[in-house]
Nanobody, 113 residues
């Protein structure tokens, strides 16, 4: 199993970024996928998840209305569109196959004030 995140970077408050997670080594379309984040000095927290066919999504209250999770099962990729970014969104963002031991290495998102 391999999960590779990309798309992080430095952005100003109010800006947008789209994160991608390319998955391989398993039947991607059969699994719920999640995005987590870990702000500096804080524990990892769930940001959003999406069911296998993309029919259901779930978001942390802190990102509802600003972030959108989506997936393309033909490309084995899950996305996180992040809009109206705030400094509190600064974190390393991780892709995770739900209820498994599999995590990506993360991509850093830094939001400047």
């Amino acid at each position: 199993v391999h999960l590779v995140e990309s798309g992080g970077g430095l952005v100003q408050t109010g800006g947008s970024l789209r994160l991608s997670c390319a998955a391989s080594g398993f039947a991607f379309s059969s699994y719920t996928m999640s995005w987590y984040r870990q702000p500096p000095g804080q524990p990892r927290e769930l940001v959003a998840d999406i069911t296998s066919a993309g029919g259901n999504t779930n978001y942390a209250d802190s990102v509802k209305g600003r972030f959108t999770i989506s997936r393309d099962n033909a490309k084995n990729t899950v996305y996180l569109q992040m809009n109206s970014l705030k400094p509190d969104d600064t974190a390393v963002y991780y892709c995770h196959r739900r209820l498994s031991i599999y995590w990506g290495k993360g991509t850093l998102v830094t939001v400047s004030s």
